[in-house]
């Protein structure tokens, strides 16, 4: 199988860089990475123009108009042009452990789409990694916030996901979360109604799940680093997501209108 990886970015270029070095370092690379880019100024677009010359892969920018945040839009414009049979989706702030695509390949199975486990960093450890442009993190480092999801365990993955993935949208993140581009297609993608940070994730999770997708939570595996950053919660956009969230929770939704097939 092919595989894409979706990387999304909004003007933070600095860390983007570090996530670009830590694809550069897997073990096994995915077969193209596209960038879904929510109206990035300038600065991102020359960054990756830079990175293109040294992926032996490509390196695809896909830009959007800055009309505030747009993400589900970014994201399934990057699916849509993507030529991957898999897709593993990241936000441009999770640098990847080693094995990272490797782990992500490993588990996949059809009908079925991997949500990751991400270690919180501290945002002294973000501008330490930031400023020397380093992506290896000690295991045991104080500003790691939460060290059990840093332990990496791959052969106990597959027993720990089993265990620990209950079918419901619960600690849904689509910073490490992978799936079968036909599935994510059969739904339309992620929801364009949601604008603005929140419950986009939970909602296309509902939809997966609702249309025989089954969740596999990858544990000891696939880890993600998230690097600090201020939160762009905005409460009253969010108050709104809730209740679109809700709504698609009460029709038992598996298909949304405002989706992907725009773009297809």
């Known amino acids: 199988m092919k595989t894409s990886l979706i990387v999304t970015t909004y003007n933070r270029p600095d860390a983007l860089e570090l996530v670009l070095l830590s694809i550069l370092n897997q ?21 990756i123009k830079q990175y293109q010359s040294l992926f032996s892969i490509p390196l695809i920018h896909v830009w959007q108009e800055d009309n505030g945040f747009r993400v ?70 104080d500003e790691i916030k939460n060290h059990f999801n840093a332990i990496y365990l791959p052969g106990l993955s597959l027993l720990a996901g089993k265990i620990s993935s209950k079918q419901n949208i619960a600690g849904v993140r689509s910073c ?30 509902l939809r997966l799940i609702n249309s025989g997708v089954r969740r596999l ?12 950053h201020q939160s762009n919660q905005n409460i009253k956009l969010l108050k709104q997501n809730d209740e679109t969230l809700q709504l698609a ?16």
């Open 27 to 47: 073990y096994i690379q995915p077969d193209e990475v596209v960038i879904a880019d929510d109206g990035s100024t300038g600065e991102t677009q020359e960054l």
């Open 72 to 141: 589900a839009m970014a994201r399934n414009k990057a699916i849509a042009k993507a030529k991957g049979d898999y897709i593993i989706t990241i936000d441009g702030d999770i640098l990847l452990h080693k094995y990272f695509i490797y782990d992500h390949i490993n588990h996949a199975q059809k009908k079925q789409f991997i949500q990751g486990s991400r270690v919180l960093l501290s945002k002294k450890t973000t501008n330490e990694l930031i400023d020397y442009k380093r992506i290896k993190i000690s295991l045991w480092k």
């Open 176 to 205: 490490n979360f992978s799936l079968w581009k036909d599935d994510i297609i059969k739904i339309n993608g992620f929801n364009e109604d949601f604008v603005g940070w929140g419950r986009e994730d939970s909602e296309l999770v």
């Open 217 to 228: 939570n990858l544990k000891f595996a696939g880890i993600g680093y998230h690097l600090w």
């Open 249 to 264: 929770m009460k029709e038992n939704r598996k298909f949304c209108e405002k989706g992907i097939n725009q773009y297809l």
